[in-house]
């Protein structure tokens, strides 16, 4: 390890501490995950020496990383176990679905900005994280070739819970999305039981749009 490395692991050691102080990582396996994953590799090289500050950032195209703090509450939220297998809608830089790959069995991934889409798999394979499949599309109808899933987590903010992601839900697994106005979203959680879902939220949040079928018009942008 150069040290250079050793300096970025202690920064990320110190965040993760910061999290888990702030009640958001309780999980010993989500701590690991979070000190497994170099965040900063899903940066782009201007803000790379930010990546273990405690907020979400600019990765271009409109677009951010989500903050540290709300990728190890959804994480949390959605549980993900070895065996399971879990739906993305956002990919973005990456990173959130990188997490969940240390995680679980396999993370499917979906992106609307096909440049995102190809940045993120670049990192992915330089970091030989095999478990993730990506997919350029409209997130918002799910991705039904793989379904049903343990669990699905929407990193981008809906107007509402699209119908298509509860379809594609297993008995028993979690939907983790952000669901409000363009501006201010609740965290809500939502348990299949059987074809009804129990819904919990989990305090405010701020996300860039879901944009498709089911979330924002594009026009709205
Ligand atoms: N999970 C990301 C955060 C991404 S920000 C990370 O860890 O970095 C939200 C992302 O959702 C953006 O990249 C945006 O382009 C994408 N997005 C918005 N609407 C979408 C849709 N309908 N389908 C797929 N991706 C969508």
């Not at 702030?22 to 790379?48: K, W």
């Not at 949390?76 to 990188?98: F, K, M, V």
């Not at 074809?195 to 944009?211: A, M, N, P, Q, Y």
Request: aromatic share 6%; with cysteine; hydrophobic share 35%.
């Amino acid at each position: 390890m150069t040290s250079d490395e050793r300096a970025l692991l202690q920064r990320r050691l110190e965040l993760v501490n910061l999290l888990e102080g702030e009640g958001a990582v309780t999980l010993p396996a989500v701590r690991q995950a979070l000190l497994d994953v170099p965040r900063h590799r899903f940066m782009p090289p201007e803000t790379r020496h930010q990546a273990y500050d405690n907020c979400a950032l600019p990765i271009g195209l409109g677009q951010t990383i989500s903050q540290p703090y709300m990728v190890a509450v959804m994480t949390e939220l959605l549980r993900p176990a070895p065996d399971q297998t879990i739906l993305e809608i956002g990919t973005g830089s990456g990173y959130q679905a990188a997490v969940l790959s240390r995680l679980c069995r396999t993370v499917y991934t979906v992106e609307r900005i096909p440049e995102l889409t190809r940045r993120a798999e670049d990192v992915f394979r330089e970091l030989g994280y095999g478990n993730i499949r990506t997919r350029v599309g409209d997130g918002t109808v799910g991705w039904t070739e793989f379904a049903p899933y343990d669990g699905i987590i929407v990193t981008a903010g809906a107007p509402a819970v699209p119908e298509s992601l509860r379809h594609q839900l297993k008995d028993g697994g979690s939907l983790v999305v952000p669901v409000g106005d363009r501006t201010f979203q609740m965290l809500r959680r939502e348990t299949r039981h059987g074809d009804s879902f129990r819904r919990e939220e989990h305090g405010g949040c701020i996300f860039v749009k879901l944009v498709g079928r089911e979330g924002w018009p594009e026009e709205s942008e």
